[in-house]
């Protein structure tokens, strides 16, 4: 059955199936489970490796701490591709319950929406990867590669251990290529091909001037923690331009082939600044060169003082987004350093976690193969040589030296980690016919 055969006979099987499908996508919503807290993780994970046993998987759950990771393994014939699929089963905390519509873990339908933590990010994807198996299994078809389903609990607080497992059993998570699926499609609402992610670096700054806040009728005389860190921020970053030095440092040029390829992505600059109603600065055909191609340091939130005080002490939390090449040690290394150069005192700057950059070369053969899967699945798409979200990508492609492509495909205004977290069901169902279809068209390339 060639490729649109095949996409023609999942979404009939599909339409078959929709009650059924519907449900489990439903059922596994309803398991809370927080990284964050580890609410509800154990319990979400059994509840998993169950329905991966229904189908015929063989599955081994791992104790990785904080969250266990199960690996299932559908066939083992050396003559055929191996894909390794990921997903993630944990999700954000709620959040304050008052902003939410509807209860965040019972799904509810508006609209063509499913609406509940987690619908899109990510236990849409992960079990739309499970149906895909299913469908294979249910119509009694061959599947022409040996897949590995590897799903964690923790991608919300860092993929804690995953890169101590990954290491340590390299050798039998051997594939010719990782797949999988995580966030929203691009704002002008095209799916994602995407062949990285950025990395991330969280830096706390903590300015502390006193022992404790006092009246402000003091401004004049006593040191304000508020405006010492100020004045480090404004520092540290002037416009568009990060004046720390040696924060750049490693950053590849884009190559012709990425800038080829950014140069055909749709205007989607007005759209973003559309859906959140932005008063943007215009940056044109560098739209996406900055997006996707530069490194970013950017102020997530300050907490200071009280009404009517002077504040002894001032909090920054600091969020940069890493492209390849660039090492986050070193670039906390540049921020530490530099601060502590400006000459104030009772300054602190910790590390609050890192996640590697990571990049798989555009010119894999596999992008062609999943490019015509989306031509034929969406009709338009985009490619993003390095996403500018952070992702452990580099686990597949640092760790385990593997090429890794995603396709991301929720809908753009999804609000993943916020209330009212989102799923269009034609958007699962579409997911749901993409995986079955890459596997076919990663079979047939063997």
């Known amino acids: 059955m060639n490729g649109n055969g095949r996409l023609k006979d999942v979404r ?46 063989a599955v081994t759950r791992y104790p990785v701490k904080p969250a266990p990771v199960l690996v299932g393994r559908y066939g083992t014939d050396p003559k055929k591709k191996t894909m390794l699929i990921y997903a993630h089963y944990d999700v954000k905390p709620a959040g304050d319950r008052a902003l939410w519509r509807t209860e965040p873990f019972e799904p509810v339908i508006r609209e063509g929406k499913v609406y509940a933590r987690g619908s899109a990010d990510n236990k849409s994807p992960l079990m739309a990867h499970l149906k895909a198996l299913e469908y294979y299994v249910r119509q009694r078809m061959e599947v022409p590669v040996n897949l590995i389903f590897l799903f ?22 051997a594939a010719d290529l990782v797949f999988f699926s995580d966030g929203p499609k691009d704002p002008c609402g095209l799916p994602i091909i995407a062949l990285g992610a950025k990395g991330d670096l969280t830096v706390h700054i903590t300015v502390e001037t006193m022992n404790r806040n006092v009246h402000a009728r003091y401004a004049p005389v006593l040191p304000s923690a508020a405006w010492q860190l100020v004045e480090i921020l404004g520092r540290c970053k002037c416009g568009d331009q990060v004046l720390i030095p040696g924060f750049t440092r490693g950053i590849l040029p884009l190559t012709e082939k990425e800038l080829e390829i950014m140069g055909k992505l749709p205007a989607s600059e007005e759209n973003l600044n559309a859906i959140y ?6 940056y044109g055909e560098e739209f996406y060169p900055r997006l996707l191609g530069q490194p970013t340091f950017n102020i997530c939130w300050i907490k200071t003082g ?12 600091i969020d940069c987004r890493l492209v390849p090449n660039q090492d986050p040690k070193e670039v906390f290394a540049c921020i530490r350093n530099y601060i502590q150069s400006l000459g104030y005192e009772n300054v602190a700057v910790e590390c609050g976690g890192i996640t590697q950059p990571s990049k798989t070369d555009v010119t894999t053969p596999f992008l062609p193969v999943i490019e015509k899967i989306c031509r034929d699945i969406y009709g338009e798409y985009v490619i993003y040589p390095c996403r500018p979200s952070s992702a452990p990508d580099y686990l597949w492609t640092n760790i385990l030296k593997l090429p890794a492509i995603q396709v991301r495909w929720s809908d753009a205004d999804s609000d993943n980690h916020a209330p009212n977290e989102h799923l269009s069901i034609r958007e699962y169902l579409d997911g749901i016919a993409l995986t079955v279809c890459a596997i076919q068209a990663v079979g047939d390339e063997g």
């Open 277 to 282: 109603e932005a008063k943007s600065s215009h």
């Open 152 to 173: 964690e609990g923790d991608e919300e607080c860092g993929s804690r251990g995953l890169q101590e497992f990954l290491e340590e059993h390299r050798e039998e998570l």
């Open 12 to 57: 009939s099987y599909l339409d078959t199936c929709r009650e059924q499908v519907l449900a489990d996508w439903f059922e596994l919503i309803r398991h809370v489970s927080v990284s964050e807290t580890g609410e509800g993780v154990e319990e979400c994970c059994g509840w998993i490796k169950g329905k991966m046993e229904e189908l015929g998987i």
């Open 306 to 317: 009280a009404n009517g005080v002077v504040p002894a002490k001032a909090e920054a939390l």
